[in-house]
């Protein structure tokens, strides 16, 4: 009797616990009312800084409007929505980081930073202005053009995580 328990009751126990169980988990990261925020607004951010290089512009615009449009169920606009992002990239530069034995720069570091201005026009009390930057660094033995698209977007993806948790997520 007991081995009937164990090998029939004890499984049929078990599997109709789970049924009649069920929890759900959604890892969207976001914390949006999607009843009240429907849409996002993205302004293009011009580059205000000393040193430009012009692809960035586009780079950073492009990877913001992908960050939101496939991680939220937002519509990404021109103008007007719900939440309204706008700003300018402040600050693009180099330094050196390190110097080798020789006296010589042995690693450079780029600096990116970006101003942001966020509305949201359901929740005046959650707008704000922030300044958010990211760095990478390469071997000054390399030529900056030879790594400048990698570690820009490395830098932009960088921001737009930033900008994105700043922005609809709760953690």
């Known amino acids: 009797m007991k081995r009937y328990f164990f090998f029939i009751a004890m499984p049929l126990t078990l599997v109709i616990l789970l049924v009649s169980c069920s929890i759900s988990y959604k890892f969207t990261g976001t914390s949006?009312?999607?009843e009240k925020i429907k849409s996002i607004s993205l302004d293009k951010f011009p580059i205000r800084a000393n040193y430009v290089w012009s692809p960035m512009e586009s780079m950073f615009?492009?990877?913001l409007s992908?960050?939101?449009a496939q991680k939220t169920k937002l519509k990404v606009l021109k103008r007007d929505g719900d939440l309204q992002l706008s700003g300018e990239i402040v600050e693009y530069s180099q330094t050196n980081k390190s110097v080798g034995s020789d006296g010589y720069s042995a690693q450079v570091q780029l600096r990116m930073v970006v101003n942001v201005r966020f509305v949201n026009t359901k929740k005046h009390e959650e707008d704000f202005e922030q300044r958010f930057s990211a760095t990478a660094e390469y071997d000054s033995s390399k030529q900056l053009m030879a790594v400048q698209e990698k570690l820009v977007q490395e830098m932009i993806?960088?921001?737009?995580?930033?900008i994105f948790n700043a922005t609809v997520a709760n953690w």
């Open 32 to 34: 949006i009312d999607y």
């Open 61 to 63: 615009y492009n990877s």
């Open 66 to 68: 992908d960050e939101y």
């Open 157 to 162: 993806d960088d921001i737009v995580d930033q």
